[in-house]
Every structure is written in C-alpha cells, then in structure tokens.
C-alpha cells in the first residue's frame, strides 16, 4: 500500500462492499448447512421404517430451516451484542488484560510508547492497549467498530521476544487495519462466524450429558434415550465442522490478501522492512509460533497478526499468507532461515551496550501539506509522520505526560487544554461537579498545556482517553458536563471545541448511554444528511475570524449540488454541531471525503494561521472517524529523537 494509490475514503468502500458480499457468504454458507441436516435427517427417518417417501417435504424442510436460523441467528445476535463496546471486548473474550497507563513494567511501557507515536502520527485516538498474558506465540490484533473504541492486543510471547523495531513493525500492521476499514468487517464476521460454530458447541455439550446420564445404565430403561442423544450430539459435531469449514473460507477469503497490504502498509509507515520481517521470521523460529491456546481463537483468528491455528485443517484453509511469502516479499535476500529468539536475545543485548549513550539523528525537516492538500491524505501514514510524532511527544513537559497516565491527571490536562486561550484561570470557569484537586491541577498546567501550541492540542485529547475511560463511572457525566460548561460559558465557541466535545462523546460515553452507532452500510447519501452538513460548514464559517459568508461560500464550492447556505449563529450551539458530526459520521465514505473537503475550503490558510487552520481541519477529522496525519510548520522545529528514556529493547 503507498501513498498513490490507497485511497483511505476508497478502502472504505471496498470494506463496506466487502461487507456486503460477507453476507452473502453467510446465507450460503447456512443455507448449504440447512440442507446437509435436511438430508441426514430425511435419511435417518427412512432408514429406520416406512414412513416419509420421497426427497422433498417442504414442512420437515422449512422446520429445519427455522431451527438453524433460531439456532445460528441466536448465537451471532448473543456475539454481536458482546462485542459492541468495541476492540476491548475483543481482548477480554481472549482472556486480555488492559495495561494500565501508568504502567512500570519496561515491556508494557515500550508497547504504550510506539502505540502512542503510532497513533499521533495516524491522527487517531489512543487506542485500548492489551496484553494477552496465558499466550506464548508472537502475535497480535486490532479489534473495534471505528476509531473511537479500537484496541490494540499483543501476546506475552510478542512483548517478550521481539525488539522495538519488531514491535513497532507488529504495531504498525495492526494500525492499517485500524485506519483502512478492516476492523469493522472483521468485527462482524466474528459475529456471524460464532452462530456457524454454535453448532458444534451444543453438540459437544450434549455429547458430554449423554455420556454422564448413560455411562451407568447401560441397557437400562434409561439407555435408548441416551443413545439418541449421544446420535443428536454427534451430528451437531459434524454439522459444526461443516460451519468450521464454511467459516475457514469466509476467513480465507476476507483476510488473506489484506495482510498483504497490511505488510506493505506497515513498511510505509516505519520506512523499516526489516522490522516486520523480523517479527514474522522469530515467529517461524519460535517454539509456539504465533499459535494462540485460547477455544475462541478459531472464530476470531482472521484478526491475528499471523495465524493463530496450527494443525492440517488450518493449514489447507489457512485466514493469512505463508510465513515464508510474506517474509520474501518484505525482504527479497532473506536465506529461508527463521530467527531462533533465544539467539536473538543474546545478539541483542549486545547491541544495547553499543547503542547505550548514543543519540540517534539530528535535526529533521519533515514536510506537510496544507490544509486543502491534507484531506488527500486521510487514512494514510508515513514514516515522516511517526518521526514527527516521536518528536512532539518529547516536547510534551515531564508533569503533563505523568498527568496523561492517571485518570485525575488526564482530566486535569483536558480542562486545562479546553480552557488554554482563555486569560481567566482554570478555576475561575466555575466548573462544578469535579473535585477541587483536579481543579487546581488543571490551572497549573493550563501553562505548559497552551506553551505546546495548536500542534499539541488534539494529540494530548488523544493521549488523554486511556486513563479517562478508567474515570469512576460517576465522574465520567461529570467530566464531559464539566468540558461542556466550560465551553459554553466561552463567548465564542471554538471549532476545535465542537470537535473536542464529539470526540469525548464518541470515546468516553456515559454509563448506560446508548450511543447511536455509525450505519453499517455507511448508506446516507450527501442529500440525506444536507442539514447536518451545513451546520458543520457554517459553525465552522463563524468561528473563524473573516467573513463568515465569504468562508462559507469557498467551503460550499467542494460540494456539489448549489443552494447551500449559511445558517444563523443562534442555531449552532455545541450540542447542534455535535448532532451534526453524529449523523455525518454515519454517513457513506464518499460523503465525509466531500464534507471535509468543504471544511477544508472554509479554513484555508494562509500565513500564520496555517497551523491553527490545519489542525482544526484534523480535529473534525478525527470526530468523523476520518482520521488525518500531523501537520504542518512546527515540524521543521522537530528533533528525532532515540526511544524515550525508561524504555528497554527487551
């Protein structure tokens, strides 16, 4: 995947048409098992004594139907249901364990560090960092329904086995999955795939009961009937073996050419092939390859890194390229030879003592475009974009980066943040609701919070909703009614600020808030959504500090279509906008490129206000779940610099 010719908003649809076609694969599929059960009970009945004469009987074929669809509809409705708060309950069904922010342990820490630059450079969230403990095997995953609650697993054996640049390579695969629109898909197909494997999970369970309720009366009264039902159960097996195989095709057929691109994706944002292909060689070399023990591993084995399956079933149906394909196509010299990780360690560490004291790079330029080339670059990351995040990350005072780490202190950076141009202090907004410390926190660091300028703004939001989503779930309403106070008493509300609170909305929701979530189909059109459209472009219009009709007007010449107009500033209120960017974001991929478009029309820059206007631009982005990479002047001011002190290499 390069930058010419992958199309963040066009991958998109592909994802989504995908989507569709996955559907369709499923009825296949459970119609295919509909009439195997219809054939092998049609059989039995007439094997055991006159009765049904003939192959069709449209009520004993219907009564099979409605059973599977109960059954298998049933059980992808009940994982459905699980996993809707996203990428997170993807991890703890795999017994997952989410790592704490303020983590001491050298291996989570280094993993937080390249998840953070990972995500500033992409111009994502933070995602949900999680660490499967009991696995052995290198790999890992991305799971989640949008940016907004995506997580980002590892094994135990990927933290203790691969060096940064391996981990890196690892993070960086996961995070193309998360930017192209592969999560959502793979998200559903896990649903659908749980109700084809249903079947052998009931039958294995009946198994079992028969053999308990007849291992003691064998020829007894009670013998006949648990015969049958040991006969049920074996069947189900079978019949689950048959959706095993259905669901290994679907699997095949959905992932095995995007970890290709992923491959290539996550070279184009480290500019490291030897990274990636580092990790896939260890894994060939290691004793537990990337094999993951957990029993849900089969249905959601199209989301690992590399394949979690080992056996000759997995193989013949395998959800990822060949090990040895991937290795040669990242890096045309490799001998064959897989990496022994024991070795590895060895040669590591003595690399560390040479790199120790040294400082890697100097002084980098790294060019961004402006805010009307930007929208080009949705979706997309380079390794120009991760050095820039590396560096702003070092630039971010020591207090404000400990503050980010606990759940006070990340609510204290955001106060700070959202009331950072204003000359009244943090206290002085009369926030109510939060305690008095995370008050007084957030006025001593509305200083080195604001000296971090425009670039800094939406990467400390970002950084900040880890340790927020571990808020008591009272303080949460709390918190967001604060941020909303503050806003609201501002006499003129930003545009970051509508961004900022539909942001908080989307990644930390209230308890027991029903969060509308975005249409699966993405199918509104642009004439669907026109007034939620319009109330973007002129809050966006008002804001600024020229003529809000000339603003509006280049912002309306992206769209297509005339008669668009500038609506009155009454009617634009934060809770209006954050509507808006609601039912927007629901919207078909082609419809958020155009509205950003227009966004990015409204606030071109010029001069001094390019920085202000580009990361705006992002923040709307980022609220559309069309994430864009760092921008613009700032960068020249960057230094690269070596992984952050406290971090280890293994």
């Not at 409605?66 to 994982?79: E, F, H, K, P």
């Not at 297509?560 to 974001?585: H, Q």
Request: hydrophobic content about 45%; charged content about 25%.
């Amino acid at each position: 995947m390069s930058r010419s010719d992958a199309d963040f908003f066009e991958s998109q649809e592909r994802a989504l048409r995908l989507s569709r076609r996955l559907i369709v694969f499923f009825g296949l599929a459970v119609a295919s098992m509909v009439v195997v059960v219809y054939a092998v009970l049609l059989l039995a009945i007439q094997g055991s004594g006159p009765g049904l004469d003939g192959w069709f009987h449209p009520e004993m074929l219907l009564a099979v139907a409605a059973g599977m669809l109960l059954v298998i509809g049933g059980g992808t409705a009940l994982r459905t249901a699980q996993l809707r708060k996203g990428g997170g309950a993807v991890a703890e069904l795999l017994g997952g364990r989410e790592v704490d922010p303020e983590t001491r342990d050298p291996a989570e820490r280094r993993l937080w560090n390249v998840v953070e630059e990972m995500a500033i450079a992409s111009g994502t969230p933070v995602p949900g960092v999680y660490v499967l403990d009991g696995e052995t095997g290198i790999n890992a995953f991305a799971a989640g329904h949008s940016i907004h609650d995506a997580a980002v697993a590892v094994t135990r054996g990927t933290l203790e086995t691969l060096d940064r640049d391996e981990l890196q390579g690892v993070v960086a695969h996961e995070f193309s999955h998360i930017l192209n629109g592969d999560m959502r898909l793979n998200l559903r197909l896990v649903g659908l795939l749980f109700g084809i494997f249903l079947l052998t999970v009931i039958g294995r369970g009946i198994l079992r009961g028969a053999a308990f309720s007849g291992g003691g009366r064998r020829g007894g009264k009670g013998g006949g009937g648990a015969a049958q039902a040991a006969i049920l159960g074996l069947v189900l097996v079978v019949l689950g073996f048959l959706g095993v195989f259905f669901g290994r095709l679907i699997q095949s057929a959905v992932s095995r050419q995007r970890e290709y691109l992923a491959d290539a994706a996550a070279v184009q944002f480290t500019r490291n092939p030897a990274g990636i292909a580092g990790a896939l060689k260890k894994i060939g070399g290691n004793l537990r390859g990337s094999q993951i023990q957990d029993h849900h591993a089969q249905e959601v084995g199209h989301l690992f890194f590399a394949d979690g399956m080992r056996g000759a079933f997995s193989r013949a149906f395998a959800t990822h390229p060949p090990l040895e394909e991937r290795i040669w196509r990242l890096d045309p010299s490799w001998d064959g030879e897989f990496v022994d990780p024991a070795a590895e360690r060895s040669r590591r560490r003595r690399q560390r003592r040479r790199r120790k004291g040294r400082k890697e790079g100097g002084e980098e330029e790294i060019p961004f475009p402006v805010a009307a080339a930007l929208v080009t670059l949705t979706g997309s990351l380079g390794a120009e974009h991760v050095a820039y995040a590396r560096a702003l990350l070092s630039r971010v005072p020591d207090d404000v980066r400990a503050a980010l780490r606990s759940p006070e202190g990340a609510a204290a950076v955001v106060l700070a943040l959202v009331a950072g141009e204003d000359e009244s202090s943090a206290e002085d907004e009369a926030v109510e609701g939060l305690p008095s410390d995370v008050i007084e926190r957030a006025r001593k660091l509305r200083g080195p919070v604001r000296a971090l300028g425009a670039p800094g703004r939406l990467p400390l939001v970002d950084l900040a909703l880890p340790a927020l989503k571990r808020l008591p779930p009272p303080q949460v309403e709390a918190f967001r009614s604060a941020i909303l106070q503050v806003c609201r008493k501002r006499k003129e509300v930003r545009t970051f600020d509508f961004a900022l609170y539909h942001v908080l909305r989307r990644g930390l929701p209230a308890p027991g808030e029903d969060l509308p979530e975005r249409a699966g189909d993405g199918a509104a059109s642009l004439d669907q959504v026109r007034d939620p459209v319009e109330v973007i472009l002129s809050a966006v219009a008002r804001s600024g500090e020229g003529d809000p009709e000339e603003a509006f007007r280049a912002g309306a010449a992206h769209l297509p279509g005339d008669g668009w107009s500038l609506r009155p500033e009454e009617g634009l209120g934060i809770d209006a906008v954050d509507e808006a960017l609601t039912e927007v974001e629901a919207a078909a991929p082609g419809v958020r490129r155009a509205v950003l478009e227009g966004v990015s029309g409204v606030v071109a820059p010029s001069g001094d206000d390019e920085v202000e206007s580009t990361e705006l631009l992002r923040a709307v982005a980022e609220a559309l779940d069309a994430p864009l990479p760092p921008a613009v002047t700032e960068a020249r001011e960057a230094r690269v610099e070596s992984p952050r002190q406290g971090e280890e290499e293994g």
